[in-house]
C-alpha cells in the first residue's frame, strides 16, 4: 500500500474515528486503526466490537491495499509533523506489516516506521443504500441528546441505563435519559419517522460518537443495517449494537400534578450552585434549597471544613419547605435549560421534583431529593 495524503486532513481523520478504541486495550487489534485505500480517498475503520466507525480522507494513491497500525501512535505522529503532506508506504513482513511515513514532498528528511496487525481482525461497515436510511436534521437530534444525555447512566449494573431511549411516536421522536435517580426527556417533530417501532435504547458511547460526527453538519442519516443502528453525517459512518433491555416506563416517573411552581433566573441560579458545590461534602456533594415566603436559600456544607450560604429574591408564597439535591444534578439540569429562567415545580421534601424550560414545552427533567 502507498498513498500520499494532506497531513492534518489526515490527523483530523484519525481523530474523528479512535473515539471508539478502548483505553484499555494494549496491542491487539481493538487499538488499531484499519486503512483501506480507494480510488481517490483513504478510509479509516476502528471498532470495539460494539461499535464501528469509518471516515475517508481526500488522497493520491500510489499502490492500493490495507494496513493496521496502533491508533495511538499514529496520532502522537501526526500531531508532531512539521511538513505539509505525508507518503505512508507499507510493505509487508513475514508476520506482519511495516509502514513508513515520511515527507512526500522530499524536503525533510523524517522518517517513521510503525508496526502493524492482519487488518483483516478490524471489521468495516458496509455499504449501505439509501434505501435503507431516514435522513434527519443534526441540529435537532444534538440538542435532543444535549438535554437528555447527562442524566444517563455510565456503567450502571442495569445496563438500560446505560444509553438514550429513542421512540417514534409518528414523525415525532421521544428521547429519554435516565439513571434511576434523575430522569430527563424531550419531545421534537421530523420531517419523517424513525426507522424503528417500539423504541430503541442507544448505548452512550454510541451518543456520544453521534454527537461528535454532527458537528457542524446539516443533516444525517440513520437505519437499520444487520440488526444494528447505522448513522452517516458527511463522510463518518456509525455501526452499533443496541442495549438490549425494557427501558423503565418513564412517564409513571415524571409527576402529574405540583403544588408549587418557582422561577428562578438561570444565570444567577448556576451561579450559586457552583459555589455551593465547592463546599459540598463528597461523594454526594448535597445542596439544600429551602423555600420560604419570597426567598430561596441556597446551603452546603462540609462539616468541620466550610460551608456556603446565600439568600436568593424569588416569587414564592407557599409553606416553608427545604429540599436536598445531589449538587451535579441540579447543575446539569439548569445548565441544559436554554431560557434565561428555570421553573421548578414540587410538593414534598421528599417527592420528585420537577424541573422545566419555560420556552420549551416539549422539555421536562425530573430529580428525586436527598434524604436531610
Not at 9 to 22: Q, T, Y
Not at 81 to 88: A, M
Not at 327 to 352: C, H, M, N, Q, R
Request: hydrophobic content about 40%.
Amino acid at each position: 500500500m502507498k498513498f500520499t495524503v494532506n497531513t492534518t486532513e489526515f490527523l483530523k481523520a484519525i481523530n474523528s474515528v479512535d473515539g471508539v478504541i478502548s483505553v484499555r486495550e494494549i496491542k491487539s487489534a481493538l487499538s488499531n486503526l484499519k486503512i483501506q485505500t480507494g480510488d481517490n480517498e483513504v478510509y479509516l475503520s476502528a471498532t470495539d466490537l460494539e461499535i464501528a466507525i469509518k471516515t475517508s480522507v481526500p488522497s493520491t494513491i500510489g499502490e492500493k491495499g490495507t494496513a493496521s497500525l496502533p491508533a495511538k501512535q499514529l496520532s502522537s505522529i501526526f500531531k508532531n509533523l512539521n511538513f505539509d503532506t505525508s507518503l505512508l508506504t507499507t510493505t509487508e513482513q513475514s508476520e506482519n506489516s511495516e509502514t513508513t511515513i515520511t515527507d512526500a514532498s522530499g524536503k525533510m528528511d523524517t522518517k517513521f516506521k510503525v508496526n502493524g496487525i492482519d487488518s483483516e481482525d478490524i471489521k468495516t461497515i458496509p455499504k449501505v443504500e439509501d434505501s435503507s436510511v431516514v435522513e434527519f436534521p443534526c441540529q435537532t437530534i444534538r440538542e435532543m441528546f444535549r438535554k437528555t444525555s447527562y442524566a444517563m447512566a455510565i456503567e450502571e449494573t442495569r445496563f438500560v441505563f446505560n444509553g438514550l431511549f429513542l421512540k417514534p411516536d409518528n414523525t415525532d421522536l421521544i428521547v429519554v435519559g435516565t439513571d434511576g435517580r434523575r430522569l430527563s426527556k424531550i419531545v421534537r417533530k421530523f420531517p419523517k419517522q424513525f426507522p424503528f417501532k417500539n423504541g430503541v435504547i442507544i448505548p452512550h458511547k454510541a451518543v456520544r460518537e453521534m454527537l461528535k460526527m454532527m458537528e457542524g453538519k446539516e443533516t444525517a442519516k440513520i437505519g437499520f443495517v444487520e440488526e444494528q443502528i447505522y448513522v452517516s453525517s458527511g463522510n463518518v459512518e456509525l455501526l452499533f449494537k443496541l442495549i438490549d433491555g425494557n427501558f423503565p416506563d418513564y412517564e409513571q416517573v415524571i409527576p402529574k400534578q405540583t403544588t408549587e411552581s418557582v422561577r428562578v433566573v438561570k444565570a444567577d441560579f448556576l451561579t450559586f450552585l457552583k459555589q455551593a458545590l465547592i463546599s459540598a461534602e463528597e461523594p454526594s456533594k448535597q445542596i439544600r434549597l429551602a423555600f420560604t415566603k419570597g426567598n430561596v436559600n441556597i446551603s452546603s456544607s462540609n462539616p468541620g471544613t466550610m460551608m456556603f450560604d446565600h439568600n436568593m429574591p424569588i416569587e414564592y408564597n407557599g409553606e416553608a419547605i427545604t429540599i436536598a439535591f445531589k449538587g451535579d444534578y441540579l447543575s446539569d439540569v439548569v445548565k441544559a435549560v436554554d431560557d434565561p429562567e428555570v421553573i421548578l415545580e414540587f410538593t414534598t421534601s421528599s417527592a420528585p421534583v420537577l424541573f422545566k424550560d419555560p420556552s420549551d414545552s416539549d422539555f421536562v427533567s425530573v430529580i428525586m431529593p436527598m434524604k436531610l
